[in-house]
């Protein structure tokens, strides 16, 4: 450590003249001050004087040379410092003590990405530094850290935010933003960096998205586009913030997508947006739009009226139809009219409603669809709203708010990384010795496995096994199931291709969800194969898709390094907030919205 990094030796005897000046006087019972050190000879009488350029008087202490410190002195650390100063001090009779001023704003830059005020950042470092004694900083400095971050942004922000994706993706030629200004305003924005354009590559098939309030102080909407990855957890493939939720917003955002993506996703899950709803048959072209089941049955209570023993059986009636995963859409229909003449219901106007955009919500019309059971509902794109709260606060500026998504992306990427090694370095217990199931654990993912593993458990314990026919290449099996109370039965029809060695069953899981189901690998079991058909292995489920990358946001796209993160501490605060933030233009050409009313605003001010 290089101490000319925090003063040189005249800072250190300015500061010390200050400080004997302050402490020489006291008052006496007259309320005068008196001076303490009359009649006495003080360290710097000892001293040659001097006067600098401008005027400041100053002196250098005579000691001995193996004490005296001098410009270009180094130490291997704080401590070695520490002591060297107070030697120092000791000979020339004047304390020490370590600056605190350059702390203050460290600790809350580092904190910033967490969306957190000066109050809760001094009570984390006060926590995490064993008391508020060694913190190095008030409160009131903290507080002051955070006033100084919302005074430097100002209106800036929108430009300051554009000017660090144009930054990243510089630095990073896979990184994708694209933004749209009307009249000087910012009204959209979209990012994926690479990570999420190799998670979209893998695991697109099927996305969802929802727009969440209440993330940054302009009321922008801001619009994570979800996916689910090999180990069945939600990832971010794209995001956007734009001003209001119009048709023509989504449409531009969706364009960004497919410009970024180039491949359109197979299943699109929302809820009943007018504005998606608009927006996606327009770009999304070859996609199949869906709205989310749960939203339209949560209505449902409210929409729908009768007695209570009659709205409890209807419920149950009416869920049976709408989240199975084996009845073909005639099947629904059949069984929907049954039920609302059952319960008196022809004539009401919602269900209606809802039963005439049946192809855009029930289960039923895409169970012959690829991946069609891997999301039904938007219930991830709602956890990944919370999940983001977590980090990020209505009070941010549009980049603080960027800190914040990077904060939250690291987090989840980290889970992914954990995952992984998880998979590659340990083995899951086996339920038995057979060869199927030992390929699979070495074919899945850790958590994956598992789901194949219990429809092997299942397929030993619960299913029965009969061969009815051949014609031909194609082999005909009836696989019955007993359910969990062993009393009923449920069959399913397994057709084996020997020609091509491609199996089919009624269950339609593989389709659905893009693993074997029990049926299938009880037929397999019962010829002795003891590897699953590379027909039935989805490369979606398998491992070490997705390279581990947990680096830092910005040590990827080189906002910041080691050594500058080494050195902030001996930096002015605005070089700390230009380090934070990038550079605050003098005049913007790209000003945040004004007016922007949406759900999750405040009022007032």
Same mark, same amino acid.
């Not at 998504?405 to 998880?422: G, I, P, T, V």
């Given at each position: ?21 302050? +402490? ?21 009488? @000892? ?39 107070? *030697? ?7 304390? /020490?003590? !370590?600056?605190? *001023?350059?702390?203050?704003? +460290? ?22 530094? &064993?008391? /508020? ?20 942004? &100002? ?13 990243? !993706? ?10 749209? /200004? ?79 993506? @180039? ?8 809820? !009943? ?24 049955? +949560? ?33 629904? =229909? ?9 319960? &008196? ?64 992306? =690291? ?67 009836? /696989? ?46 019962? +010829? ?78």
């Amino acid at each position: 450590m290089d101490r000319n990094d925090e003063y040189s030796d005249i800072h250190l005897i300015e500061e010390f003249i200050e400080d004997e000046e302050e +402490d020489s006087y006291v008052s006496d019972d007259n309320g005068e001050n008196v001076n303490v050190n009359d009649g006495m000879i003080t360290a710097a009488e @000892e001293c040659e004087t001097f006067l600098s350029p401008g005027g400041t008087k100053y002196w250098v202490p005579n000691v001995l040379e193996n004490v005296k410190l001098a410009v270009g002195d180094t130490f291997g650390s704080i401590e070695e410092a520490d002591t060297a100063y107070r *030697r120092y001090a000791d000979e020339v009779g004047f304390d /020490v003590r !370590q600056s605190n *001023r350059k702390k203050n704003k +460290d600790g809350f830059v580092q904190t910033s990405g967490a969306s957190i005020g000066g109050s809760k950042a001094h009570n984390i470092q006060a926590a995490l530094k &064993g008391g /508020v004694e060694n913190v190095g900083a008030t409160l009131v400095d903290y507080k002051n850290a955070s006033r100084g971050m919302i005074t430097y942004v &100002g209106t800036k922000d929108a430009q300051m935010l554009i000017n660090l994706m144009m930054k990243r !993706q510089k630095y990073a030629p896979e990184f994708f933003f694209e933004y749209k /200004v009307v009249e000087g305003e910012l009204h959209a924005i979209f990012w994926a960096d690479e990570i999420s354009r190799m998670n979209y590559k893998e695991f697109g098939d099927t996305i969802s998205f929802d727009a969440t309030y209440r993330t940054n102080r302009h009321a922008y909407n801001f619009v994570p586009f979800i996916a689910v990855d090999n180990h069945k957890r939600s990832i971010v493939v794209g995001s956007a913030l734009i001003s209001n939720e119009d048709a023509e917003n989504y449409t531009w955002v969706l364009q960004a997508f497919l410009k970024a993506h @180039e491949k359109q996703p197979r299943f699109v899950i929302t809820d !009943q947006c007018l504005g998606m709803k608009a927006a996606i048959p327009l770009v999304f072209t070859e996609s199949s739009h869906r709205f989310c089941a749960w939203h339209i049955m +949560d209505k449902m209570p409210g929409k729908v009226t009768m007695s209570k023993d009659d709205n409890i059986a209807f419920k149950k009636r009416i869920n049976r139809l709408v989240w199975s995963t084996h009845i073909g859409a005639d099947e629904f =229909e059949n069984e929907w009219e049954r039920a609302i003449k059952e319960f &008196g219901l022809e004539g009401h106007e919602w269900l209606k409603d809802i039963y005439s955009i049946r192809e855009s919500w029930i289960s039923a019309y895409y169970r012959d669809e690829p991946m069609s059971g891997l999301m039904r509902t938007t219930s991830r794109s709602e956890s990944s709203h919370a999940y983001f709260r977590l980090f990020a606060s209505f009070k941010n500026d549009l980049v603080r708010f960027l800190r914040a998504y990077d904060s939250s992306m =690291e987090k989840q990427r980290n889970k992914h990384a954990c995952l992984e090694f998880a998979t590659r370095n340990t083995f899951p217990r086996r339920f038995s010795p057979l060869g199927i199931e030992r390929h699979a654990s070495k074919v899945y993912t850790r958590i994956v496995f598992f789901d194949v593993q219990k429809e092997i458990r299942k397929a030993i314990y619960f299913c029965g096994l009969d061969f009815m026919s051949q014609e031909g290449d194609l082999k005909t099996y009836n /696989v019955a199931h007993k359910k969990k109370n062993l009393m009923t039965k449920v069959s399913y029809e397994v057709i084996h291709n020997v020609c091509t060695n491609i199996f089919t069953c009624e269950c339609n899981m593989f389709v659905r969800v893009g693993l074997p189901c029990r049926h299938i690998l009880k037929v397999l079991m019962n +010829d002795g194969v003891d590897k699953i058909p590379e027909g039935f292995i989805s490369r979606r489920w398998t491992r070490a898709l997705i390279p581990v990358q947990v680096q830092a946001a910005r040590a990827r796209y080189g906002e910041i390094d080691v050594e500058k993160q080494t050195l902030i501490n001996a930096k002015d605060r605005a070089e700390a907030l230009k380090d934070c933030y990038g550079d605050a233009p003098e005049d913007p050409e790209v000003l945040p919205a004004a007016g922007i009313r949406n759900k999750g605003c405040r009022r007032g001010k």
